[in-house]
């Protein structure tokens, strides 16, 4: 079965960076987009961008251009997320989620466990 | 536009019907996504494409789509149905993915 599984809780200071990762398991790495996600203290749902885990490609949210990089390692299935110039607004639960291929539409079937990033001076 | 618009709150009668509307423009383009979400986990698919149910979500689940809005039905609400429940699509460009802002269902 599909697993994703996150690196754990981060404690940073502002102006840091944070580094996640997601291991996946049980599909083809290689086969299916890894999305990120992030969800804010009792806020919606924010997506972040994407990596073509095959290739490598990415596609970041305006939001976040110039301040994120994803990365994959396909040998390690292992999905990256990095986030610099941290300040308390970026303070969330990360997600990672595994892309089902969708006509005309979008889903992510399979979800990480979250990662909170707690930012504070 | 990139906003998919939801009502922040519902509520249902154990064993009645719910449905949860989710609206945005390109709702007329794509269809939406549905996940539930209890507090403290990860999002749960629960309906994509053209009313499809990943295996494992219950049949009272379904979906449907008209003109610019998605909607979420869930017929014979049980206990275990309380959560929020947020719609997912692309935005018009069809590049850029974006969530509704949230519903939260209550179940009486």
């Known amino acids: 079965q599909v697993h994703l599984v996150q690196s754990g809780t981060e404690l940073k200071k502002p102006g840091a960076s944070v580094k996640i990762s997601c291991k996946a398991s049980?599909?083809?790495?290689?086969?299916?987009?890894i999305h990120w996600v992030r969800q804010a203290p009792g806020q919606s749902l924010e997506w972040m961008g994407w990596?073509?885990?095959?290739?490598?490609?990415?596609k970041y949210a305006q939001p976040f251009q110039g301040r994120v990089s994803f990365t994959r390692d396909a040998s390690a299935t292992t999905a990256y997320m990095e986030l610099s110039s941290l300040t308390s607004e970026d303070t969330a639960v990360y997600f990672c989620?595994?892309?089902?291929?969708?006509?005309?539409?979008?889903?992510?079937?399979?979800w990480g466990q979250g990662t909170l990033v707690a930012v504070s001076s | 536009s990139s906003e998919l618009t939801q009502d922040p709150a519902v509520s249902v009668t154990l064993g009645q019907t719910v449905t949860i509307t989710c609206q945005g423009d390109?709702?007329?383009?794509?269809?939406a996504s549905w996940y539930q979400q209890k507090a403290g986990q990860a999002p749960v698919l629960v309906i994509y494409?053209?009313?499809k149910r990943p295996s494992g979500i219950p049949d009272r689940f379904s979906g449907s789509s008209s003109g610019n809005t998605a909607s979420l039905t869930i017929t014979g609400a049980q206990a275990e149905d309380e959560a929020d429940y947020y719609c997912?699509?692309?935005?018009?460009?069809?590049?850029?993915?974006?969530f509704g802002t949230g519903t939260e269902v209550t179940v009486l």
């Open positions: 989620a595994k892309e089902l291929i969708v006509v005309v539409g979008a889903a992510f079937d399979f």
């Open positions: 049980g599909y083809t790495f290689t086969s299916y987009a």
């Open positions: 990596i073509n885990a095959g290739n490598g490609n990415t």
């Open positions: 390109s709702l007329r383009i794509y269809y």
């Open positions: 494409g053209k009313n």
């Open positions: 997912h699509s692309r935005d018009s460009s069809g590049y850029n993915y974006v």
